[in-house]
C-alpha cells in the first residue's frame, strides 16, 4: 500500500511536468508559420491541458491539492529556453516538439513515477504516456514523410 501523501507528492511533480508540456507547446504555436502545424500544435496542447486536468482530479480524489505551475524547476527550464530561442523553421518546431514529448513527456516522467503511485494513479498515468507515445509517432511521422510542410 502506498501512503497518499506520497502518491500526490509524485502526481504533483507529473502534473508539473504536463504543465511544461502545455507552456512548450504554447510557445511552439506562437512560432509556427505553418498553418496545419499550428493547429496540431494546438491539437496536441489540448490533450496536454485535458490530461493535466486528470492527474488535478486524481489528486484531488486522493485528499491533495493539485499544484497549479511548473515549479521552481520549471521555470528555471523556462527562462533558459526564453534566452536561448524559439525554433521558427517548421522542422525546427517539429524536433523541438518531438525533444519534448519524447524525453520529457515520456521517458523521464515514467521514470519519476515507476512504482511509486497506486495501481489508480499508475493506470491513469500509463494512459497518459499512451497518449503521449502516440503524439511522438504522429511526430516522427511527419518528420518523415514532410506531410505537416504542406499548406491547406
Do not use: C
Request: charged share 30%.
Amino acid at each position: 500500500m502506498h501512503d497518499k501523501q506520497h502518491v500526490i507528492k509524485e502526481l504533483n511533480k507529473f502534473l508539473r511536468g504536463r504543465y511544461m508540456g502545455v507552456h512548450q507547446y504554447e510557445q511552439l504555436i506562437q512560432h509556427a508559420q505553418n498553418p496545419l502545424l499550428k493547429e496540431k500544435l494546438q491539437q496536441f496542447q489540448e490533450h496536454a491541458k485535458l490530461g493535466a486536468q486528470k492527474v488535478a482530479k486524481r489528486i484531488e480524489q486522493l485528499g491533495g491539492t493539485p499544484t497549479d505551475d511548473v515549479g521552481v524547476m520549471g521555470k528555471i527550464q523556462i527562462w533558459l529556453k526564453s534566452i536561448k530561442g524559439y525554433p521558427e523553421q517548421t522542422d525546427e518546431i517539429l524536433h523541438d516538439a518531438l525533444v519534448g514529448e519524447n524525453k520529457y513527456g515520456i521517458h523521464l516522467s515514467h521514470e519519476m513515477v515507476a512504482g511509486e503511485l497506486d495501481e489508480e494513479s499508475t493506470k491513469l498515468i500509463d494512459s497518459l504516456l499512451e497518449e503521449d507515445q502516440k503524439r511522438v509517432d504522429q511526430i516522427r511521422q511527419w518528420i518523415q514523410s514532410h506531410t505537416i510542410l504542406e499548406a491547406r
